[in-house]
């Protein structure tokens, strides 16, 4: 592999992403991303640069880097081994963290969370990722047992340093295992890794003022090193061209009024370079998106700083202990401690808890007006979190379903077709139901009446709409309209035919709270296959009036469950606005989450409806990857 500073000058300083914490199952996911027709080093820097978390991330990660100038470049991901601390330990140091930053301020050991660094940062190729992993699996594995235990820490203090170093002969051991974890580096992944040869430590606070150091001091003697604490061996990356870049957080949205200017998101992180700062124009800076890889001035009052760690990607962490509780293992495994206790500074998306639904309610001065149309997209579905080969896992040889993971329903309709139709169809997850009964209920908790629901002939669109009347407790006295014309762009189907969706009497045979007598606006027979975006835009556009006339009179808000292009094609010409085109379509679309929603309201008697607040926030969680307890637990 080339050596750094050569990769380095290749480099224009300015450019792209990262994103958050989590592993790759790296074989499927892989091959499902070649099967939607990525190219492969684009599918494996998606996977990469997401840390495995879904085909759902590296989806969409592809999608908002497709105009990247780096998306094709081969240039490898930095990645460093540290040791980080957990337990009683971290929960003291995570203390310190934050009444130090508090009390004096950030300082430069705010960058990154409380850990030992076990090496320098090495690069790895995208397709050699798997195979460090694994060697960082095999080395943990190896030394389970010889890991020093307890660690040994001193307190250290100077002008303008403080820190924890690892006792010397402790030390010694440590740096042995990181040899180790570098010759099998070597060995599986053709990655130069230079373990760590300085003095070992923990630093606590460094460049900060001198007038500090006294209550830094005051608050470091404060820590109690003799804690319980089970170090685990974590790897994470970065992107190699922002090493030296300062890292900045979008605060709020900017939408660019000359070509040269950056679109920005709040959450969104922008790389900034101060060598680029020179012709810049006073508040204004030159920096580039995290979430796009483009790069352009932005308004320097719209962004505050943010820690260095905080667009690293988190590849996997493992324990030393002799009896391991959800070590990681290579691309699967994530210590379950980890996820429990993330450091300061570091961004909480490693949670796989779904927070509670928080709701807005609604008084009688901000009551919803007369008429409003609701969109939302349906939940998880099936096949983007089993894979494409789903239905292997869960129905045998003669055809019968068979629950094989807790995130599979208990059961599912039987299709006149035979199962093999759902490969075109998926159903919704348990999560799926979960995420849209939330939506319900926070509908509900917001007095918010629900008067007629439509949704797409998909099953996971007719699973949502059911859960959401769950959640409304409007289950059996509400029914849902099926809707073939609220589809979505059927360029995006496989094949050379559209999915056999289920008839709406076997719909609700299956109790499923669907309306047997109504008559579609678009029947199925007017779908075609591969349509053109501006007859996929003009069909959604006409099924959405002819809802919202159906209804006038009979009732004020009408609740559409359909897809995430949905969102956008069912609400923008009805504002009378004009169609974006397709490549600005896509963009909007790759941006919309499971049960994504929006809200538009009829402006008098205009005939013209403007999207305003939904009466509920958002609902955010985090991913939950496979486990495999013989895999992980029966180790010898």
């Not at 170093?165 to 992944?189: G, H, I, N, P, R």
């Not at 000359?258 to 969104?268: A, K």
């Not at 004020?556 to 504002?575: D, G, K």
Request: charged share 20%.
């Amino acid at each position: 592999m080339a050596a750094k500073e050569d990769l380095y000058t290749k480099v224009t300083p300015r450019r792209q992403r990262q994103l958050r914490p989590g592993t790759i199952k790296h074989g499927s996911s892989l091959d499902v991303l070649l099967s939607m027709g990525f190219p492969k080093t684009r599918a494996q820097k998606a996977l990469v640069s997401t840390g495995g978390r879904s085909v759902q991330a590296a989806c969409d990660w592809l999608f908002s880097h497709v105009d990247d100038p780096f998306l094709d470049d081969p240039l490898p991901r930095e990645y460093v081994l540290y040791l980080r601390p957990s337990g009683p330990l971290l929960h003291q140091l995570s203390h310190f963290w934050q009444q130090s930053r508090v009390t004096c301020g950030k300082n430069k050991a705010h960058n990154i969370f409380p850990h030992v660094t076990l090496c320098q940062f090495f690069m790895c190729a995208d397709s050699k990722l798997e195979a460090l992993c694994e060697a960082l699996q095999s080395t943990v594995c190896q030394w389970r047992g010889r890991f020093p235990n307890p660690l040994p820490l001193e307190l250290y203090t100077s002008s303008n340093f403080i820190g924890l170093f690892v006792e010397e002969q402790c030390a010694e051991v440590l740096k042995k295992f990181a040899a180790d974890f570098a010759t099998e580096a070597a060995s599986k992944a053709d990655a130069h890794v230079e373990p760590h040869k300085k003095q070992l430590h923990v630093t606590l606070a460094y460049h900060f003022q001198t007038n500090h150091l006294a209550a830094l001091e005051k608050l470091a003697k404060g820590i109690d090193v003799s804690l319980g604490c089970d170090w685990l061996a974590v790897l994470f990356s970065r992107d190699i061209r922002f090493a030296n870049h300062e890292t900045l957080r979008v605060m709020y949205p900017y939408a660019p009024q000359n070509e040269d200017e950056l679109e920005l998101v709040p959450g969104d992180f922008i790389f900034m370079s101060p060598v680029e700062q020179c012709s810049t124009s006073e508040g204004w800076v030159y920096g580039t998106s995290l979430s796009t890889g483009l790069s352009g001035l932005l308004p320097e009052n719209y962004i505050v700083r943010a820690d260095e760690s905080d667009t690293w990607v988190f590849h996997g962490s493992h324990s030393f202990l002799n009896s391991p509780s959800g070590a990681g293992g290579g691309f699967d495994g994530l210590d379950s401690r980890l996820l429990d206790e993330p450091g300061p500074g570091e961004p909480p998306s490693l949670s796989v808890i779904c927070p509670p639904m928080q709701v807005l309610r609604v008084n009688s001065q901000s009551r919803l007006p007369k008429r409003s149309l609701f969109v939302c997209r349906h939940g998880e579905r099936m096949d983007v979190v089993f894979g494409k080969h789903w239905l292997s896992q869960c129905f045998d040889v003669k055809g019968r379903y068979v629950r094989t993971n807790l995130n599979m329903p208990a059961s599912l309709p039987v299709r006149s077709g035979g199962y093999r139709d759902y490969d075109k169809d998926a159903p919704i997850t348990v999560f799926g139901s979960t995420q849209a009964r939330l939506v319900g209920e926070a509908l509900l908790e917001s007095n918010t009446v629900i008067d007629f629901v439509y949704c797409s002939p998909s099953l996971r669109c007719v699973q949502t709409a059911h859960n959401i009347l769950r959640g409304l407790q409007q289950e059996g006295k509400m029914k849902i309209r099926v809707e073939p014309g609220l589809f979505e762009w059927t360029k995006w189907v496989s094949g050379t035919s559209l999915p056999a969706w289920i008839p709406a009497t076997d719909l609700a045979a299956a109790n499923l709270s669907v309306d047997t007598t109504y008559r579609p606006h678009i029947p199925v027979s007017k779908l075609g296959v591969s349509e053109s975006y501006d007859t996929y835009i003009s069909r959604s556009f006409q099924v959405t009036k002819e809802i919202l006339s159906d209804c006038q009179g009979k009732g004020n808000n009408v609740l559409v469950v359909a897809h995430a292009s949905s969102l956008e094609a069912c609400t923008r010409q009805i504002q009378g606005l004009s169609p974006q085109n397709s490549k600005d379509f896509v963009q909007v679309v790759r941006k919309i989450p499971y049960l994504g929603f929006c809200a538009c309201e009829e402006q008098g008697d205009t005939g013209v409806w403007q999207l305003v607040d939904p009466p509920i926030l958002p609902l955010t969680h985090g991913p939950n990857h496979s486990f495999n307890w013989r895999e992980t637990l029966l180790q010898d």
